[in-house]
């Protein structure tokens, strides 16, 4: 995750960004929060180092809001994304102190929140390093249905684990997750019974690019919504 892939095109972070709100305690996180709280279906995204506040990520949130998911996004990173600019925390730095295992731990609570207030099931999306976060809920069987866009550090162990359906979106130039890694997470996940499965390699795009996609850019914003769109038709069938 050192690639300089992990944190190309970062975004210019909003805290009023997106048609949803953000609430100050969600199982102990802020988090940002869209759609209607009365729905009994929940979907988390997870970000990457770049955190909650990345507006492309809110907008997608509120697609999926307007789908009928109530959906959060947790800022895991405790108001510390990781910044490009600050010389004297490069990433390797920046991520000890925002390990995908606390990601996890933090994650747990915000699910019990959730259904303590009458949701009933619960899909998690995770992009880059958020996608470390899913597949651990997703191992652990917190969560009824996970997507990964453009992974990052989710091996082939972890893959054995999972025991929820899951989606898998790559990118053809990704170092973090190449196309030949997704393609051993796809006969992993084959060769499981009980686990449907999704798993597609975007031509074109590298690393990111589901998030952190130029608004100006027509072929950009295509590739970004099409990735959106897969993710939200596997909650709609799996998340139910």
């Keep these: 995750m050192a690639s300089s892939q992990c944190c190309a095109n970062p975004p210019t972070l909003s805290p009023g960004s997106g048609q949803?709100?953000?609430?100050d305690d969600l199982g102990g996180l802020k988090a940002y929060t869209a759609g209607s709280p009365d729905s009994k279906l929940a979907i988390i995204l997870v970000s990457d180092v770049y955190g909650f506040e990345a507006p492309n990520l809110r907008k997608i949130a509120d697609k999926a809001a307007a789908s009928?998911?109530?959906?959060?996004v947790p800022d895991f990173l405790y108001g510390d994304p990781y910044s490009p600019n600050?010389?004297?925390r490069p990433l390797p730095i920046w991520i000890q102190s925002h390990t995908t295992a606390k990601g996890f731990e933090d994650a747990k609570p915000v699910i019990a929140a959730l259904k303590s207030k009458g949701i009933s099931a619960v899909g998690a999306a995770g992009f880059c390093w958020g996608a470390k976060v899913v597949v651990e809920l997703a191992k652990a069987?917190?969560?009824?249905?996970?997507?990964?866009?453009?992974?990052?550090?989710v091996s082939v162990?972890?893959?054995?684990?999972?025991?929820?359906?899951?989606?898998?979106?790559?990118?053809e130039f990704d170092h973090?997750?190449?196309?030949?890694l997704v393609k051993q997470f796809?006969?992993?996940?084959?060769?499981k019974t009980g686990v449907s499965y999704f798993v597609k390699i975007f031509p074109g795009v590298a690393h990111g690019w589901s998030v952190r996609y130029k608004v100006d850019d027509a072929s950009a914003v295509k590739s970004a919504e099409e990735a959106h769109q897969d993710m939200l038709d596997w909650f709609a069938k799996h998340v139910k």
């Design 20 to 23: 949803g709100c953000v609430v």
């Design 68 to 72: 009928g998911f109530f959906v959060v």
């Design 86 to 88: 600050n010389a004297e």
């Design 141 to 153: 069987a917190e969560i009824q249905a996970a997507v990964f866009l453009h992974p990052s550090f």
């Design 157 to 171: 162990d972890d893959i054995k684990e999972v025991k929820c359906p899951i989606a898998i979106l790559g990118a």
């Design 176 to 180: 973090l997750s190449p196309p030949e």
């Design 186 to 191: 796809e006969q992993i996940l084959s060769a």
